[in-house]
Nanobody, 125 residues
Framework: QVQLVESGGGLVQAGGSLRLSCAAS????????MGWFRQAPGKEREFVAGIRWNNGSKYYGDSVKGRFTVSRDNAKNTVYLQMNSLKPEDTAAYYC??????????????????WGQGTQVTVSS
C-alpha cells in the first residue's frame, strides 16, 4: 500500500483560498487513482474530487464544482486540491486516498486502499 500525508489545512475567511497537498510514498504513485474526501462533525464522509492515474481525468462533487481543482504531480508523488471561494460549509477534515482500481468509481469510499490522516479546514463567516 501507499502511505499518504496531507498538509495545507488551516483557518481561512469565507471567500478565501487554500491549497491542500497529499504526499505519497511506498509504491509507484503514478499507478494510483487519487481522491479527496471530507468529513464534518456528525456527517458522513463526502466525496470532493478525484483524478485518474492513466489519463488524468478529473471528477468533482456537486458542492465544489467550479471552486475546487484537483491536480497531481507524479514526479513529486503529490496530489493537490486547490480550493477557491471557500464557504463556511466547506469546513471539515479533508482526507486524501489512493486506489489501484477496484471498479467502484472514484467517488465511492469502497474504491480506496489507503487513506491519509486528514487535515482540518475551517472557514469562518
Amino acid at each position: 500500500q501507499v502511505q499518504l500525508v496531507e498538509s495545507g489545512g488551516g483557518l481561512v475567511q469565507a471567500g478565501g483560498s487554500l491549497r491542500l497537498s497529499c504526499a505519497a510514498s511506498g509504491r509507484t504513485f503514478s499507478n494510483y487513482g487519487m481522491g479527496w474526501f471530507r468529513q464534518a462533525p456528525g456527517k458522513e464522509r463526502e466525496f470532493v474530487a478525484g483524478i485518474r492515474w492513466n489519463n488524468g481525468s478529473k471528477y468533482y462533487g456537486d458542492s465544489v464544482k467550479g471552486r475546487f481543482t484537483v491536480s497531481r504531480d507524479n514526479a513529486k508523488n503529490t496530489v493537490y486540491l486547490q480550493m477557491n471561494s471557500l464557504k463556511p460549509e466547506d469546513t471539515a477534515a479533508y482526507y486524501c486516498a489512493a486506489t489501484r482500481g477496484h471498479g467502484y468509481g472514484l467517488d465511492d469510499i469502497k474504491e480506496y486502499d489507503s487513506w491519509g490522516q486528514g487535515t482540518q479546514v475551517t472557514v469562518s463567516s
